[in-house]
């Protein structure tokens, strides 16, 4: 009887296994051909070894027009977007965490239904209205958006996060004379640097990888984001240079990265304040 069980057991954590490593080779071989073709002079659809290494297709894609100018669209707009989005959702989870009130949950329940709708259905109206208010094919305008888009679900992340910082803490900073908003600048915010850390990541990735959002909002090609100008490497007739289109890849991807690896100290970090409001 024991050794049938632990056969089932051996064979169920064999079928795990092996289902993890099929997912796992699903998000590696992406991965693979990107870094694998951007140092291939003979590229294509197929991962495999490079038929010889050259660094042709990055030199063929920085240009100021092919890359610099795309790379600094995107970083102001998503880091203009993401500054936006930290402050407002600190902001607005403020008082959702501290205060209680009966009109919390139908607020929290109604930006829930916000996360909820596709971009696409929402997208003829804002173009709309941006064109009423003049903000169409503008930067700050479609910082504007890339914000509100994101704000809904980096509410519930902030709200969550500062939920676990005791409120002890705030009301002995309150008792020295501390106003609210000093006791969430000075207080609250850096004890939760995990959860900006994880809204600022988040935010920044969805903003980063976003093309129908800039490609509606934006016309002029001089402001079009990295995001956009990657589709001019998709040419006519289904001629695509999958060289120079892995290696703007790479370094589309660079960035992300570095912000990942910046705040990876922050991310792995915990709260620890259970002796703070001891003793």
């Known amino acids: 009887m024991a ?10 954590r064999l079928a795990a296994d092996t289902g993890l490593l099929v997912a796992a080779a699903a998000f590696a071989l992406p991965l693979v051909w990107v870094i694998l073709s951007s140092v291939d002079p003979q590229a294509d659809l197929r991962v495999k070894a490079p038929d010889g290494i050259t660094l042709d297709n990055f030199d063929a894609v ?14 102001i707009l998503c880091g203009g977007g993401t500054l936006l989005t930290v402050v407002c959702g600190a902001l607005a989870a403020y008082p959702l965490s501290r205060f209680r009130s009966r009109l919390n949950r139908p607020f929290l329940l109604t930006i829930l239904f916000a996360t909820s709708l596709p971009i696409t259905a929402i997208m003829v109206p804002v173009y709309a209205l941006f064109v009423q208010v003049d903000l169409i094919d503008t930067m700050q305008g479609t910082i504007l958006f890339f914000a509100a888009s994101q704000l809904p679900f980096s509410i519930w992340l902030m709200k969550n996060f500062m939920d676990g910082v005791p409120k002890e803490l705030e009301e002995a900073a309150w008792t020295d004379g501390a106003s ?5 600048v000075r207080i609250v915010l850096p004890l939760m640097g995990p959860g900006v850390a994880v809204v600022t990541v988040f935010s920044f990735v969805m903003m980063w990888g976003n093309f129908f959002v800039p490609f509606m909002l934006l016309l002029t090609p001089d402001q079009m984001p990295a995001s ?3 589709n001019e490497f998709f040419g006519n007739r289904g001629m695509v240079a999958y060289g120079q289109l892995a290696a703007f890849s790479v370094i589309y ?12 100290r922050r991310l792995g970090g915990g709260f620890a304040l259970g002796g703070a409001v001891k003793g």
């Open 3 to 12: 050794s049938t069980l632990a056969t089932r057991r051996t064979g169920r």
């Open 228 to 230: 956009v100008s990657i």
């Open 62 to 75: 920085l240009k100021p027009d092919i890359t610099f100018t795309p790379l600094l669209n995107s970083l």
């Open 253 to 264: 991807s660079t960035p992300v990265i570095l912000l990942y690896v910046l705040v990876a």
């Open 180 to 184: 609210p908003m000093q006791s969430l």
